[in-house]
Structure formats: structure tokens, C-alpha cells
């Protein structure tokens, strides 16, 4: 049977552990939020070069097609 001391400890002793568990909640949270945002940044950067990356194989092929073009005509 606990005598009202060792309840008081296993109180405190619980008390500290959720404090520690909320003060990890917490600090994930936070790193979850960060890291979504970094998620979020990189997608749209993604999509940029993906961009980027198309207007130049369309510069490419559209010279390719005009060197053809000269060869052919030449």
C-alpha cells in the first residue's frame, strides 16, 4: 500500500514526465510546421526548374529544327 509521501513522489514524478512529453509535443510541432514549409518551398522551386527545364528543351528543339531547316534549304 503507498503512504501519502510515495503517492506525492509518483505524483511529482508524473507531473515532470507530461511535462517533458508536452515540451516534446511541443518542440515537434514546431519542427513538423518547419519542415512542411521547407516541403512546400522545394515543391515550388521543383516546379520552376521543371518549367525552366521545358522552355529550354523547347529553345533546343526549335534550333535543332531550324538548323535542319538551313541544311535542308542549303
Do not use: C, F, W, Y
Amino acid at each position: 500500500m503507498s503512504t501519502p509521501d510515495s503517492a506525492q513522489h509518483e505524483i511529482a514524478a508524473l507531473s515532470l514526465q507530461i511535462d517533458r512529453l508536452l515540451d516534446l509535443v511541443r518542440r515537434l510541432g514546431e519542427e513538423n510546421r518547419s519542415l512542411r514549409h521547407s516541403q512546400e518551398q522545394l515543391a515550388t522551386e521543383r516546379a520552376g526548374l521543371v518549367a525552366r527545364n521545358e522552355q529550354a528543351r523547347s529553345r533546343v528543339e526549335a534550333m535543332i529544327q531550324r538548323l535542319k531547316t538551313l541544311e535542308s534549304n542549303g
